[in-house]
């Protein structure tokens, strides 16, 4: 018999990373539902303000039209404020809460048994960020950077399969870019989480950092799960619009006509962000963790984003002024502070 050791069998593939971001979407199942209570309770409260101040603008189309008018741009206009001040706060710690389960899913891939995971998410988002509104300023400001980063370092017109005379298709490319954007922002606040280091500050510039040595396959599929939502909403009008229509048949009211047409929409891009969206950011955080796996923080790229943007000067100046408490228990994420699983520790 030779004494040659047999050959190991190969290590199995993974799995496929949309495969992946739908079983981390299922086994966090108690968001979703909290998702779907929370956006079906705006969309009632959305459903009571349209037909409060659609009935007063009928009421008084027939005698003050210019008030008439104003109730209905009340009507209208006004769900879309209430959700963007709901947004910055009950929805963040939402979606803070259920990034920090996803990433603790992926890291360790279990939670703490007995856990409740909404009250485990929320906790680590209050251990981290303190407050809220420090979560809102820390995803806007590397929101702004990753904008900033993918204009400058990021030529659409080589990224994608268009030639040089496309001018407009690459002008669309770099909108729909643009807009896919916001995924990447939440990924980096998952990696931020992930370090387990109290200076969230420092931790989410090493994510930027890290960004932007391997943006490719992370901007790649955040734009893919940002036209497949653009998809999900059309097929959310197709299947709410056919009935819609058909009461639009039945009625004559102008006014009711524009508010069923508001309220398919607003229901639509409601479900959209219930349960399209988590999956999205599941799929974004995956890829974000297993592009950047391994890889060191290259000073080169601190100092070129630094040249670039005003808003990363910012974000470094924040990370040093940032007083770090010790913290025996870890952030429950394993390893050591200051480092993220599969990354090596960086300086600065």
């Known amino acids: 018999m030779s004494g040659t050791p047999p050959t190991p069998p190969p290590a199995a593939p993974p799995p496929p990373p949309f495969r992946t971001a739908v079983r981390l979407l299922t086994r966090t199942t108690p968001f979703l539902f909290f998702n779907l209570a929370i956006y079906g309770g705006f969309f009632l409260g959305i459903v009571l303000w349209l037909a409060v101040f659609g009935g007063l603008a009928a009421l008084f189309a027939p005698r003050v039209e210019f008030l008439a008018l104003i109730f209905m741009m009340i009507a209208v206009f006004g769900p879309g404020g209430i959700l963007m001040f709901a947004r910055r706060y009950l929805l963040y710690l939402v979606k803070g809460a259920h990034i920090a389960v996803i990433t603790k899913l992926l890291v360790d891939d279990e939670l703490p048994p007995g856990t409740n995971q909404i009250q485990y998410g929320r906790q680590i988002v209050q ?39 496309a001018t407009k298709a690459a ?27 109290m200076n969230i500050w420092r931790s989410a510039r090493h994510g930027v950092i890290l960004y932007a040595q391997a943006y490719p ?10 036209l497949l939502g653009r998809a999900f909403f059309l097929l959310c009008l197709l299947v709410f619009g056919i ?11 102008i006014w009711f006509q524009v508010l069923m047409i508001v309220g398919v929409l607003v229901f639509s891009s409601l479900l959209v962000r219930a349960v399209f969206e988590p999956f999205a950011t599941a799929y974004v955080v995956l890829t974000f963790h297993h592009a950047t796996a391994g890889l060191e923080v ?11 943007s005003g808003e990363f000067k910012k974000l470094v100046g924040r990370a040093r002024e940032f007083q770090q408490k010790p913290d025996p228990a870890d952030g429950g994420f394993g390893g050591q502070p200051g480092q993220a699983p599969g990354s090596a520790p960086a300086g600065g």
Do not use: C, H
């Open 243 to 253: 009935p819609a229509v058909l009461l639009l048949l039945m009625f004559n009211a």
């Open 127 to 165: 251990r981290y960020f303190k407050e809220v509104s420090v979560l809102f300023v820390l995803d806007r400001m590397v929101d702004r950077i990753v904008k900033r980063f993918t204009s400058r370092f990021v030529r659409i017109v080589d990224w994608l399969p268009l030639g040089s005379g």
């Open 298 to 308: 290259d000073p080169a790229w601190d100092q070129r984003l630094q040249s670039v």
């Open 171 to 197: 002008r669309w490319a770099a909108t729909v870019v643009n807009r896919s954007l916001s995924y990447v922002d939440q990924a980096i606040i998952s990696y931020a989480i992930a370090r387990g280091e």
């Open 217 to 226: 396959p992370i901007l790649t599929t955040a734009v893919k799960v940002w």
